[in-house]
């Protein structure tokens, strides 16, 4: 009996297989339409584990400019558990 209730969990479910999210922070690279692949860290969004659906608020892909772009590669990001790290200022 692992089984556990669904509803008190505040974390949404994937549109697709119906998979857990897991929320977190991800480096993840977009394939644009008109350009090349560009690369972005520490983006916040939900990513399906079992289909590898990466789920990004809809403000922030357009913030990005990445309407109609395609996520072709996201992992989880461990760079937010450093930020509090002296001495290393990462080049913009
Ligand atoms: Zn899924």
Same mark, same amino acid.
């Given at each position: 009996m692992t089984d556990r209730i669904r509803r008190s969990r505040p974390i949404e479910t994937c549109r697709f297989c119906s998979g857990a999210l897991m929320t977190s922070v991800f480096d993840t690279v977009f394939r644009d339409p008109e350009a090349d692949e560009r690369l972005f860290f520490a983006i916040p969004g939900a990513l399906?584990?079992?289909?590898?659906q990466l789920y990004v608020d809809q403000q922030l892909i357009g913030i990005l400019g990445?309407? *109609? @772009?395609?996520?072709?590669f996201a992992i989880e990001s461990d760079r937010v558990l450093q930020? *509090?790290? @002296? *001495?290393q200022a990462p080049a913009a």
């Open positions: 399906c584990v079992p289909c590898r990445l309407d *109609g @772009a395609r996520c072709t930020t *509090g790290h @002296a *001495g």
